[in-house]
Every structure is written in structure tokens, then in C-alpha cells.
């Protein structure tokens, strides 16, 4: 469901409070034979309550009633309105990784032995911790899972970079993960948590006995679910096929749609299930659709590169929010404009996956992931 939120605007009755606004009524209200000249007596003491009062109006009276809608509101009176629909933000998830171990057999090592990435000039090293305590068995091999210190994507590292002890041990040889971390995700933002409230406050009054917005609600209640495609049941098996991708805008790993799984069903707790009686569920990945956008554009003043990390970074969070199975054109475009550095873009220029094609339809079960971006510059007079 597409959710749109408009700027607030301040109610009337806030207008015409700035500091300037507000010392000139209050030297209006004064005698006319008073000097009430800058630097005077009456314009000295009178100028630092204007000062305290416009930001009375501008600031504090202005959050405060900011903070009673859910569409403005932010931290913790957001999650004040997220808990009086029976919502909570989702918390940050830490990232875990197989880690496979050589040594010496009989080596025992305790859990929460910690061990780390390689630190480089521009990253901090990222430390895991091991979930167990292990022994290396007769063989001098052993593989065990460790999770990450810190929360968050921080700690979805690479395969083959977890290869450091923090404080070496005797009889650890050598340590590596052969694959990736994964389940690393920061805790929701505003603007997600937001988005889901408004979402629950527009189905009120409709089914939650296994609607598609109720399956696609209940999957993002799920830490690590950004887009999920519902794909309702089409025969007497009752089968609810969800389509995911997580917060980082890529397909959901078997972990998670495993958790999301778990969430709606609840195996072995039916009475706390979320899902009709008769449904059953799969929850898969997607597949992808690359999308490649190769666009001129003219920067804003300070900006003597294109800010293609930014530009990456809408397109990620656009992308969450398709549902109609189309990948617009003029949408890129309002996602580009509103880039922080860009100024403007040459329409005539742009491709998306080498055409001038104004949407792509996405097939069931298929989804976009950002591609490869190429952003030329143009100059031209400001």
C-alpha cells in the first residue's frame, strides 16, 4: 500500500511569531514617548522574551503538536503511537557467521570468545562472538556459529574475512568463515515504523482473518523485511505464497523468510497462530530484475561529483515500497530529483537497462534490485 504523507503546515494561530514579528508588537504596545530604539533601554529588556517566546511558538509548541500524529511524530512518541495500535518498532538484528576452525584437538574454547575482522583505513574491525563454548575434536577441524558484537548491517562482512583472534589462544590455528554473515539489520527507522501505522490505521474496518494486506503486515512485524509480494491462494490446497526481500533491498535469506514463516504460523503454538486455520504458507525469496539507469545530470552548488551512493540509497528504498508490480519511470525520476547534489537531470539522456522505456512490468515473483548506475555530469549556468 502506498503511503503519502503531506508537509505539515503550521495552524494559523502559530503564524507571524518570529522573534522580529513579536518585539515589534511589544514595542508597538509601549508608551509613544519612549525611546524604543536598538541598544535602548526598553528595546534591550524586551528583546530576549521575543527571542524566548518565538521559540516557544516556532520550536517547542510546534514539535509538541508534531508528536500527537503518528505522521510526524518521531522517536519515542512514535513508538507511543506504534503501542497504542499493538505495534512495536522492530529491533536491530546481529548478524551471525559459520565459522570453520582448525587447532590443536582438545583445545576448549569458551563461549563468547571473541574473535574479528581485519581493521582497514577507512572501516573499524567487526567482532563475533562465539554462541557456544566448543572443543576441537580429534581431526583439528570443527565449524561453529558466532554472532556479531554490534547490531545492525555492520556486521553482514564478507566470506573470508573473519580471521583474527582478539586475544589469540593456544591452539587455535587458524579461523575463517567460508561465507558471508547474514541476519544483520539495524532497527527500524521513523519513516518505516510510520509508514506501518498509517498502513494499520487504513485497514481498520477491514479483514484480519487473512486478508493480503494482513499477511503483508504480519511478514513485516518480522526484524529484516523490507518489500514482501503476497500471492494469494489460487486452489483448494489454500497455499499464501509470500515474496520477500529485506531491508537492504535484497532477496531474504532462507533465515529470515524462516523466521517470517515461523511468525504467521507458529509451529507447535496453534493457538497463537496468525493465519486462518485452513492456510498454509511459503515463504521464498525472490527473483531479481537488475535495474540499470544511466542518467545525465546537473549538480547543485558544492557538489563536484555525481552522489551515486545517495541516488543507490533512494532507489533501495523506492524499490520497498513497489506493490503494483511495475517499476516506473517518472517515479525513478522523482527519486533522482530528490536527491541530495542533483539539481536537475536531461530526460533524453536517461536509459533504464539500455531503453527509453517508461515502466517494467515485474513478473510474479520477481522483484527489483538496484543494478548498475552510471551518472555523467552536465554544466550549466546557475
Known amino acids: 500500500m502506498a503511503v503519502k504523507i503531506n508537509e505539515f503546515v503550521l495552524p494559523d494561530f502559530m503564524l507571524g511569531n518570529s522573534a522580529e514579528e513579536i518585539h515589534a508588537r511589544m514595542m508597538d504596545g509601549m508608551p509613544v514617548d519612549i525611546d524604543k530604539s ?5 528595546w534591550d529588556f524586551t528583546r530576549p522574551t521575543a527571542l524566548e517566546k518565538a521559540e516557544m511558538v516556532e520550536f517547542v509548541l510546534s514539535n509538541a503538536i508534531k508528536n500527537i ?22 529491533p536491530p538484528g546481529y548478524a551471525a557467521a559459520k565459522l570453520k576452525v582448525t587447532g590443536i584437538a ?19 574491525s567487526v567482532v ?20 556479531a558484537e554490534e547490531s545492525g548491517v555492520i556486521g553482514n562482512v ?35 515504523l510510520r509508514i506501518r501505522i498509517i498502513e494499520y490505521d487504513l485497514m481498520r474496518g477491514f479483514s484480519f482473518v487473512g486478508s493480503m494486506a494482513d499477511y503483508r503486515r504480519w511478514a513485516s512485524e518480522v526484524v529484516g523485511v523490507g518489500n514482501v509480494e503476497v500471492i494469494p491462494a489460487n486452489d483448494e490446497t489454500g497455499l499464501v505464497t509470500l515474496i520477500v526481500m529485506d531491508t537492504a533491498g535484497t532477496p531474504a535469506s532462507p533465515e529470515l523468510c524462516e523466521s517470517i514463516y515461523n511468525h504467521i504460523m507458529r509451529p507447535g503454538s496453534p493457538y497463537e497462530r496468525l493465519a486462518p486455520i485452513n492456510a498454509n504458507l511459503k515463504v521464498m525469496a525472490p527473483t531479481t530484475l537488475a535495474i540499470d539507469i544511466e542518467v545525465d545530470v546537473f549538480l547543485e552548488e ?28 517518472n517515479e525513478i525520476l522523482a527519486v533522482l530529483i530528490n536527491t541530495e547534489g542533483v539539481l536537475n537531470y536531461a530526460n533524453e539522456r536517461m536509459t533504464i537497462n539500455n531503453s527509453t522505456l517508461n515502466n517494467y512490468q515485474l513478473k510474479p515473483g520477481e522483484m527489483p534490485v538496484v543494478g548498475m548506475l552510471s551518472m555523467g555530469t552536465l554544466t550549466t549556468e546557475r
Open 69 to 90: 500524529f503518528p505522521q510526524y511524530a518521531e522517536g519515542i512518541f512514535l513508538d507511543y503511537h506504534a503501542a497504542n495500535r499493538g505495534l512495536i518498532r522492530r
Open 106 to 124: 582438545g583445545t576448549r574454547i569458551p563461549k563468547n570468545f571473541k574473535v574479528s575482522t581485519e581493521a582497514t583505513h577507512e572501516e573499524s
Open 38 to 42: 536598538e541598544g535602548g533601554f526598553p
Open 128 to 147: 563475533f562472538l562465539f554462541d557456544e563454548e566448543v572443543t576441537i575434536p580429534e581431526s583439528g577441524v570443527l565449524e561453529t556459529m558466532v554472532t
Open 158 to 192: 564478507n566470506a573470508e574475512t573473519i580471521r583474527l583472534q582478539v586475544k589469540p589462544m593456544k591452539g587455535i590455528v587458524s579461523l575463517i568463515n567460508e561465507a558471508p554473515a547474514y541476519g544483520g539489520y539495524d532497527a527500524e527507522d521513523d519513516k518505516l
Open 302 to 329: 558544492n557538489y563536484s561529483s555525481p552522489p551515486i551512493d545517495e541516488f543507490r540509497a533512494n532507489l533501495i528504498e523506492y524499490f520497498k515500497t513497489i506493490t503494483n508490480n511495475t517499476v516506473r519511470k
